[in-house]
């Protein structure tokens, strides 16, 4: 439940569109709602301008189906690492619900974006990277934020990155996603002004070491204003992508 949400109910109650009793029921989940095997956090909305998100991994999927169908009756929801099994038991009850598989998100309802908002970019250095990166991109695009995705530039072609450099410069924030060794981040925070999130992924041979090979690389790196998500992190690189272009559009200047 948001801040919005909740005027327009009081605003209702007021105008004697909505009687008070029915007024109690919806506001009576506030601050959280237990189901048992959840505390489901209505009000996180309120403290954060976002609602609480589903992390479907190792959950049944009638679980998660519980949980988003209880948070969609206050607005938005997003439900990541989902599998298509989680998918099915959410669509059963909410036939709106949509999938995105390469994310492995589910998500109810879309939050209007400004076209003329300050826009970031998601950019991986390889074709494999994209699954972290499409994570990354439908969270910060479910936060109401203009992302657009920038794929396969990675340091073994760096006239492909290159050719995107008006892009690139115009972006009020990105998120770069690089498995192998990682390097992809240091070159754009050299290039750009404004903040880079750096996500390492599991993608890569040995000695790549699942991820750990480009996070020490990433949290080495001698370029200024970029920061580092943990392995894998699309979600996590998403939202902080989204808080950083949500402040610079209430603060233009």
Excluded at 44 to 67: H, M, N, S, Y
Excluded at 100 to 107: D, E, G, V
Excluded at 181 to 197: K, N, Q, W, Y
Excluded at 235 to 241: N, P, R, S, T, V
């Amino acid at each position: 439940m948001t801040s919005e949400s909740i005027r327009d109910l009081l605003q209702a109650v007021a105008q004697g569109e909505i009687d008070p009793t029915t007024a109690y029921e919806r506001l009576r989940a506030l601050p959280f709602e237990t189901v048992g095997f959840a505390r489901i956090d209505h009000h996180r909305a309120l403290r954060k301008g976002f609602p609480e998100v589903v992390f479907c991994a190792w959950k049944t999927p009638q679980q998660v189906a519980e949980i988003v169908e209880r948070l969609a009756q206050h607005g938005l929801v997003l439900a990541t690492r989902a599998e298509p099994t989680h998918y099915e038991a959410v669509k059963a009850r909410l036939p709106q619900a949509e999938y995105h598989p390469q994310a492995r998100t589910i998500t109810v309802g879309s939050p209007p974006t400004p076209p003329d908002a300050p826009f970031g970019l998601v950019i991986t250095a390889g074709t494999a990277d994209i699954p972290v990166a499409e994570e990354a991109l439908i969270t910060a695009r479910m936060m109401g934020v203009r992302v657009e995705p920038l794929y396969d530039v990675g340091v073994a072609g760096l006239h492909r990155l290159l050719a995107h450099y008006e892009q690139l410069s115009k972006a009020s924030g990105i998120v770069v996603v690089a498995g192998m060794e990682g390097a992809l981040p240091s070159v754009v925070g050299g290039l750009v002004a404004c903040p880079v999130i750096a996500v390492p992924t599991s993608v890569g041979y040995g000695a790549q070491m699942g991820g750990l090979a480009p996070l020490l690389t990433m949290l080495n790196t001698c370029a200024p204003g970029v920061s580092v998500v943990n392995i894998d992190n699309g979600f996590g690189a998403g939202y902080c992508l989204a808080l950083i272009l949500r402040a610079v559009g209430n603060n233009p200047d």
